[in-house]
T-cell receptor
Framework: EAQVTQNPRYLITVTGKKLTVTCSQN?????MSWYRQDPGLGLRQIYY???????DKGDVPEGYKVSRKEKRNFPLILESPSPNQTSLYFC???????????FGDGTRLSIL | RKEVEQDPGPFNVPEGATVAFNCTYS??????FFWYRQDCRKEPKLLMS???SGNEDGRFTAQLNRASQYISLLIRDSKLSDSATYLC????????????FGTGTKLQVIP
């Protein structure tokens, strides 16, 4: 089954404790992205990747890092999480630049 | 001005009604257009792509007006299961072809 898999689905943690949210897709897609969704603000892009070792900042990259060492994986790293990063996070992938995106189930992060 | 704008709603309509949503975009060079559906706290799911000639999928019809820079979604014979938030999505031109989401229009179909 074609899918984007994120883990964990839910996480409650404390300020400053490094965490990683994993994202994996099995569709051999080149393009992958991370978004956060907050009430009233919609989906905002954090980082994106056009291929292995090619990543770039989206609209709200501060406080986040990513890596793309393999085509299928695109982890999101919060080196020192803060409460303002409490949000619903989605990973997405797409086959080509003009193709629709496929989303993971989402990760709900709470930073206390 | 936001890159992609939608009326947030909510639109409360009775079962069987026809409802239409509009979405405007600011970048005239935008290339690809989509409607997604998002249920509460779940991932957005592709509803349909939007083509210049207009396209239909069952009870759903999407239209694109490049001259006026808006896209529309028409839902006929609304079902309770259509209750969700509908996201307008625009892909811009350029190497990466950035994807921009509207904040969504909430639809509530009532019995």
């Amino acid at each position: 089954e074609a899918q984007v898999t994120q883990n964990p689905r839910y996480l409650i943690t404390v300020t400053g404790k490094k965490l990683t949210v994993t994202c994996s897709q099995n569709m051999n897609h080149e393009y992958m992205s991370w978004y956060r969704q907050d009430p009233g603000l919609g989906l905002r892009q954090i980082y994106y990747s056009m291929n292995v070792e090619v990543t770039d900042k989206g609209d709200v990259p501060e406080g986040y890092k990513v890596s793309r060492k393999e085509k299928r994986n695109f982890p999101l790293i919060l080196e020192s999480p803060s409460p303002n990063q409490t949000s619903l996070y989605f990973c997405a992938s797409r086959q080509g630049a003009s193709q629709p995106q496929h989303f993971g189930d989402g990760t709900r992060l709470s930073i206390l | 001005r936001k890159e992609v704008e939608q009326d947030p709603g909510p639109f409360n309509v009775p079962e069987g009604a026809t409802v239409a949503f509009n979405c405007t975009y600011s970048n005239s060079a935008s290339q690809s257009f989509f409607w997604y559906r998002q249920d509460c706290r779940k991932e957005p799911k592709l509803l349909m792509s939007v083509y210049s000639s207009g396209n239909e999928d069952g009870r759903f019809t999407a239209q694109l007006n490049r001259a006026s820079q808006y896209i529309s979604l028409l839902i006929r014979d609304s079902k309770l299961s259509d209750s969700a938030t509908y996201l307008c999505v625009v892909t811009n031109s350029g190497g990466y072809q950035k994807v921009t989401f509207g904040t969504g229009t909430k639809l509530q179909v009532i019995p």
